[in-house]
């Protein structure tokens, strides 16, 4: 029945390539791979992309991932998943950023600031590529785009996000009102299909957002602090959450999740980690 109605949105909604547009067709049946294929996902097994996934911690040598997760072909043209530049390494031990001075462990945004966060998992640069396939997601109401996103995390970062051991995927809330005029909170959406793919479950009650804010992309560092605090409100943890992952579209300097940890911590909450699918650079 599924499969009817998959088949009948892919008439209705035909499925386009994150990054050019162009229509594709989807996976399923015959067409999908397993999640133990896919490591040569998009590219030859002997490609640089192999590898760039397994130093990602996706790969053979992480552990193992749920043999039951059939993952989607066709979510992006192979020639346009190379124009993505995914967050290599060597990267910041704190934040994911790539990082360019292989006897550091930290960018330079993580030595200065204090993030009140464990660290994080970000999937690609915020560069062109990077920027059009979020800002189609959330301002044109591209959903879509959070399958690619979702099973491009699982499949490279899988590794480093069992190391979490979370108990819960926590998306960074939106003001309700924003919200109800976007029609959905982009950070829901992309949780609750990672939550699907790694089978942890999404809680978006423990967080909440009971103010909005200004877009944070325009203001200084300060601003953006001052900006958020009192912006984010824990509810009552349950026992049984000690460990949580943000899940964010864009991470810029992180003052934004640092807020969220920050509060979920002061509630209670032991661990907090992030994903995100979009990190800036040059911070
Ligand atoms: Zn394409
Ligand atoms: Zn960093």
């Not at 790539?98 to 970000?122: A, L």
């Not at 979370?166 to 109800?180: E, I, Q, S, T, W």
């Not at 969220?260 to 800036?280: D, P």
Request: hydrophobic letters at 35%; charged letters at 30%; proline letters at 4%.
């Amino acid at each position: 029945m599924k499969r009817w109605f998959d088949k009948y949105l892919e008439i209705l909604f035909p499925r386009k390539c994150p990054v050019c547009d162009d229509i594709i067709a989807t996976g399923g049946g015959r067409n999908s791979q397993k999640s133990d294929d896919i490591i040569a996902a998009g590219s030859g097994r002997n490609s640089p992309e192999r590898e760039e996934i397994i130093a990602a911690g996706g790969g053979r040598n992480s552990p193992e991932r749920e043999d039951n997760i059939t993952l989607q072909s066709g979510l992006i043209c192979p020639e346009c998943i190379r124009k993505i530049h995914f967050v290599r390494e060597p990267a910041c031990k704190k934040c994911g950023k790539e990082i360019f001075d292989e006897r550091v462990e930290y960018c330079s945004d993580c030595v200065k600031h204090r993030h009140d966060y464990e660290w994080g998992v970000p999937l690609m640069n915020y560069d062109a590529v990077g920027r059009k396939i979020i800002a189609d997601f959330k301002y044109h109401n591209r959903r879509d785009n959070a399958d690619f996103l979702a099973e491009e995390i699982y499949k490279r970062a899988y590794g480093k996000i069992r190391l979490m051991g979370a108990d819960a995927l926590v998306p960074v809330p939106m003001y309700f009102l924003k919200k109800r005029i976007r029609g959905f909170n982009q950070s829901e959406v992309l949780a609750k299909r990672l939550g699907t793919l790694l089978n942890i479950p999404v809680n978006d009650k423990i967080l909440i957002r009971n103010r909005n804010t200004s877009p944070q992309k325009n203001l200084e560092q300060t601003q953006r602090i001052n900006n958020l605090k009192k912006a984010f409100k824990a509810n009552d943890i349950p026992h049984s959450i000690k460990s949580v992952i943000l899940v964010d579209d864009i991470y810029t300097t992180g003052s934004t999740v640092n807020a969220c940890a920050r509060v979920l911590k002061e509630a209670g909450v032991e661990k907090v980690y992030f994903i995100c699918a979009c990190i800036g650079r040059n911070t």
